[in-house]
């Protein structure tokens, strides 16, 4: 079994700035893609950013320049840097990863998601 489990959300005024973490544990030979998504109430799921094995990184057009995905590796950990918020970022932030497992078996996991509110 693995589980992830998101940690930083909160509330913040525009312009500030949050770090969530997304760690992974259980069952793990090693984890290739991570990624973070975000769900606004009545809108769709959206990626946010994404960060490979290798690692590369992409961003989505609202958020570059002011996100940085980062992962380590030896902690199964991904991070998200979020810098000068925006009311639109407000969302519940969920983290996702393609965990390789025994018998060279590949799954996707989601955690529970952290809440995100930019507002004054």
């Known amino acids: 079994q693995v589980q992830l489990v998101e940690s930083g959300g909160g509330l913040v005024q525009p312009g500030g700035s949050l770090r969530l973490s997304c760690a992974a544990s259980?069952?793990?030979?090693?984890?290739?893609?991570m990624n973070w998504y975000r769900q606004a109430p009545g809108k769709q799921r959206e990626l946010v950013a994404g960060?490979?094995?290798?690692?590369?990184?992409h961003y989505a057009d609202s958020v570059k320049d002011r996100f940085t995905i980062s992962r380590d590796n030896a902690k199964n950990t991904v991070y998200l840097q979020m810098n000068s918020l925006k009311p639109e970022d407000t969302a519940v932030y969920l983290c996702?990863?393609?965990?390789?497992?025994?018998?060279?078996?590949?799954?996707?996991?989601w955690g529970q998601g952290t809440q995100v509110t930019v507002s004054s």
């Open positions: 259980g069952s793990i030979v090693g984890i290739n893609a």
């Open positions: 960060i490979t094995s290798a690692p590369s990184t």
């Open positions: 996702n990863a393609d965990v390789k497992r025994q018998y060279g078996i590949n799954e996707i996991y």
